[in-house]
């Protein structure tokens, strides 16, 4: 029974690593525009149908979306300016 304590203590803390692992990862900087406001430019775009995914990177806010004729778009934006790059 301690043997299974033990492994579900290092377990716990295994896992507990990684997600403080996760808070290290850049962040938008703090005069970044929100991300709805980003996503709202986007949906002005023309032959717009839906947004699939949006990913942060240091680079910025990349989104892809599908137009109508089913075309796949990747858009990175600036997350201060909400302009793409």
């Known amino acids: 029974m301690r043997a ?6 290092i377990v716990f803390f295994l896992v ?5 692992a996760a808070d290290e990862q850049a962040v938008p900087p703090q005069n ?7 996503l709202a430019k986007v949906e002005t775009r ?12 240091s680079d910025g806010y990349t989104v892809t979306y599908y137009t109508t004729d089913k075309a796949k778009v990747q858009i990175t934006y600036d997350p201060v ?3 793409p790059k």
Not at 4 to 9: K, P, Q
Not at 32 to 38: C, D, E, G, R, V
Not at 48 to 53: A, N, Q
């Open 81 to 83: 300016t909400a302009e």
């Open 46 to 57: 023309n032959d717009f149908r839906y947004v699939k995914e949006v990913d942060w990177s």
């Open 16 to 20: 507990g690593g990684s997600a403080f």
């Open 4 to 9: 299974v304590v033990l492994a579900s203590g």
């Open 32 to 38: 970044a525009k929100k991300l709805s406001q980003i």
